[in-house]
């Protein structure tokens, strides 16, 4: 009788496993989408230095097909007198070296703030795969200079856009990572022994994965870059303790 609800409980217990592995490894592929346009990015006209960095520059993840996308900026006078700069833009033009250039003054009364957005298509992506674009904010009356670089990574699926694919594999990542745990821990909980460490370090492992994604997607490329190979040394290290070495 023990051996049948054994073998009842392996099925959804592997299926739960295998989804759960899936989970974790879409959840890093969607770190990795996030910061690697930008870590590209951060390369791009890179010459210029300044005194902050513009924190509100935004780029979307990923850009599908010919769907409409801009680059955005938002621009804040937080002071008491009011203040007039220039804002640089440089966005790719099909190479990482060729770039589009636009200057924009802003004038902005006290407590006022504007958004600038600057249209992207496909057409502008170096390598035909990220596009990338430079804001650089020079220095005025109580103002420093800032700047900051984003990358979009460029696609060509059919039938999808850019924010279907982002919300959509996040979509696909919780619910296999929910399931999935659902499933392989059901059968014999509380894990005790060799399979209560496994269930810790993967524990380990998904946390990292997932703090990984956040920072990718908040713009953080280098947390982001730094966390996924940190990850990466933990799967190996993990795989032989608990899977190579029974």
């Not at 699926?157 to 821990?185: E, F, K, Y």
């Not at 870059?225 to 190579?244: D, H, M, S, W």
Request: with cysteine; proline share 6%; aromatic share 8%.
């Amino acid at each position: 009788m023990t051996q049948t609800r054994d073998r009842d409980s392996a099925g959804p217990a592997t299926v739960g496993k295998f989804l759960f592995g899936y989970g974790l490894v879409l959840a890093l592929l969607l770190a990795i989408v996030g910061f690697w346009p930008d870590l590209e990015a951060s390369l791009f006209d890179a010459s210029l230095s300044s005194d902050q960095s513009l924190t509100t520059l935004r780029c979307p993840l990923i850009l599908n097909g010919n769907e409409p996308a801009a680059v955005t900026a938002r621009f804040v006078n937080s002071g008491d007198r009011p203040v007039q700069f220039l804002v640089r833009t440089r966005i790719s033009a099909g190479s990482a070296t060729l770039m589009r250039r636009q200057s924009t003054v802003v004038a902005l009364e006290p407590g006022a703030e504007e958004t600038l957005s600057w249209p992207v298509t496909p057409a502008d992506a170096a390598y035909r795969r990220v596009i990338l674009a430079r804001v650089f904010q020079l220095p005025a009356y109580q103002v420093p200079s800032r700047q900051a670089a984003c990358g979009i990574l460029v696609l060509d699926l059919p039938w999808v856009s850019g924010r279907s694919l982002t919300t959509g594999g996040l979509g696909v990542m919780l619910l296999c990572l929910g399931l999935g745990a659902w499933l392989g821990l059901r059968p014999g909980w509380p894990p005790t022994g060799r399979r209560r460490d496994g269930v810790r370090a993967a524990g380990v492992v998904t946390t990292l994965i997932l703090v990984d994604l956040i920072a990718s997607w908040l713009g953080l490329w280098s947390i982001g870059l730094g966390l996924t190979l940190f990850t990466l040394i933990l799967l190996v290290v993990f795989a032989e303790r608990y899977v190579l070495s029974r």
